[in-house]
């Protein structure tokens, strides 16, 4: 079967990027695989030279069957590219695979992808493919698990699931069901809801959490996000993401993955805050 095609979504970390494309260049399936480039225009005068630096870098992309590339003459951000971009590539094909410019990702990513996309199209019950998956304990004996909370690492998706997703829905999420991916989903939500942030991927977990679907994790992550210590996401340097990808060949070995309410206690306290998180929260709601 052919690969699903690839997106990358792109802006001013030049460096970054060029480290992305040589790691998944790296991948045997590249070659067959079409890659589709979504560049944002830039946001300030100052971005502007970063911004046609990577436009230089994506015009001369080299080892995959075809290179189509976006470029946007205006600042849609993030969650607008992200959504369009994906909505826009779905309309053509029938699954995709994401990644955004600061992710390393393994030799047997798109392996990994691809199978897990092909296997589990009929699975209802599963909204996504995670490529990272943070450092906690797995099953020694299985290679994937499943989780309530998608991955935006570098990630796949299916038309029929994404196209069931409306983006402006602002209802409140069942707290208990809903943190069961993380502390910091309803808080998240909740900001979303008030317009202090822009999140495509909290939408997402809404939907999901609303619908009860899962998303499907490797026990050995394919994918490491370089872009904590300067990315949009983060204001400084957090480590407890960090991971060793992983070096082996893939193979699934438990195609009939059931939810695991063990594996989902050990995903929800990875992101559990700890109280001086929330004490530290608490203080900067009430400045806000």
């Not at 209802?124 to 450092?135: F, H, K, M, V």
């Not at 299916?158 to 402006?168: A, F, G, L, S």
């Not at 999140?199 to 499907?216: F, G, I, K, P, Q």
């Not at 893939?250 to 995903?267: C, G, H, K, W, Y």
């Amino acid at each position: 079967m052919k690969p699903a095609p690839i997106i990358i979504f792109v802006y001013n970390r030049p460096n970054h990027l060029r480290r992305t494309l040589q790691s998944l260049s790296d991948n045997p399936l590249a070659a067959e695989s079409d890659l589709f480039v979504f560049s944002d225009g830039a946001k300030t005068e100052a971005d502007e030279s970063k911004v046609n630096e990577v436009r230089y870098i994506i015009r001369t992309i080299e080892g995959f069957r075809e290179v189509i590339i976006y470029n946007s003459y205006y600042n849609k951000g993030l969650a607008n590219s992200i959504i369009e971009g994906v909505s826009e590539t779905l309309s053509v094909y029938e699954k995709v695979i994401v990644l955004e410019d600061d992710l390393i990702v393994s030799r047997n990513f798109l392996t990994y992808m691809n199978t897990c996309l092909d296997l589990f199209k009929h699975r209802t019950d599963i909204a996504s493919i995670s490529g990272y998956t943070p450092p906690i304990v797995t099953h020694e004996d299985h290679s994937v698990y499943l989780s309530c909370r998608p991955g935006s690492w570098g990630w796949g998706t299916w038309r029929d699931r994404w196209d069931k997703i409306y983006w402006k829905d602002s209802r409140e999420p069942n707290k208990k069901k809903f943190n069961r991916g993380g502390d910091d989903l309803t808080r998240m939500f909740k900001q979303q809801r008030a317009g202090k942030i822009d999140s495509w991927a909290v939408r997402w977990a809404h939907h999901n959490s609303r619908n009860s679907l899962y998303t499907v994790y490797p026990c050995v992550s394919k994918v490491l996000n370089i872009g904590t210590s300067e990315g949009t996401h983060f204001k400084s340097k957090e480590k407890r993401f960090d991971v060793v990808i992983d070096q082996n060949e893939f193979v699934l070995t438990n195609a009939d993955i059931q939810p695991s309410d063990i594996m989902m206690e050990r995903f929800r306290k990875f992101w559990k805050y700890t109280l001086w998180k929330r004490f530290k929260l608490f203080i900067l709601d009430l400045i806000n």
